[in-house]
């Protein structure tokens, strides 16, 4: 199995920050397929969505994906957007990259989170808390059977969650 550690989970689930940190801990790069997104469109998300609409973000988020499986890397902790699980073929691909980790959160903690900031075009509307609740509800079983663990983040620091992977992934990994 490849050493990767792949974070999962809702916008504003802490998935950059964690990562960051646990990027730091290991020693690993990081990989944002977000910012690889952007990079590949020359455009921000919110671009993408409002000129070329969702369907071709998730073809490009898809494709990212598999070319950076297909380069078959290792000691890499790879951050995820949190739509990511919608595509079944990415959900495959995410768990033979590594070890998955589902950063959970509750609903008032994602909307207090996201609330700052206009950047994720899903939440830019009238009832952001209603959006969240529908998108949480199909979500979830997909964020489930893509992780290898589940982190319930609320109330914790960031050295505890990181500290918690990095132990639960050591594990999983024998040795990193
Ligand atoms: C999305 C999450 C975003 C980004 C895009 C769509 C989603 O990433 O990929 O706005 O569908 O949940 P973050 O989870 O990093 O905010």
């Known amino acids: 199995m490849l050493k ?5 989970g809702f916008m504003g689930s802490g ?5 960051r940190e646990l990027s730091q801990k290991l020693g690993y790069p990081l ?16 671009k993408i969505f409002e000129e070329d609409g969702e369907p071709a973000f998730r073809d490009l988020e898809s494709e990212i994906l598999s070319a950076l499986a297909s ?3 290792e000691r890499r902790i790879i951050a995820t957007g949190g739509g990511i699980v919608t595509r079944p073929e990415n959900r495959g691909t995410l768990r033979s990259l590594g070890y998955v980790v589902w950063l959970v959160v509750s609903p008032a903690e994602i909307l207090r989170r996201t609330s700052r900031s206009g950047e994720r075009p899903l939440l830019n509307n ?9 998108l949480l509800a199909e ?4 964020y489930r059977e893509t992780a290898h663990l589940n982190v319930e983040t609320d109330g914790l620091t960031l050295t505890e969650i990181t500290a918690g992977i990095v132990e639960s992934a050591r594990y999983h990994f024998a040795n990193l």
């Open 31 to 46: 990989i944002d397929t977000d910012a690889l997104i952007v990079e590949r469109a020359g455009k921000p998300i919110r």
């Open 126 to 134: 009238d009832d952001p808390e209603e959006t969240i609740g529908t």
């Open 139 to 142: 979500r979830q079983a997909l």
């Open 15 to 19: 998935k950059s920050s964690i990562g």
């Open 71 to 73: 380069n078959r890397p």
């Open 4 to 8: 990767n550690v792949i974070l999962v």
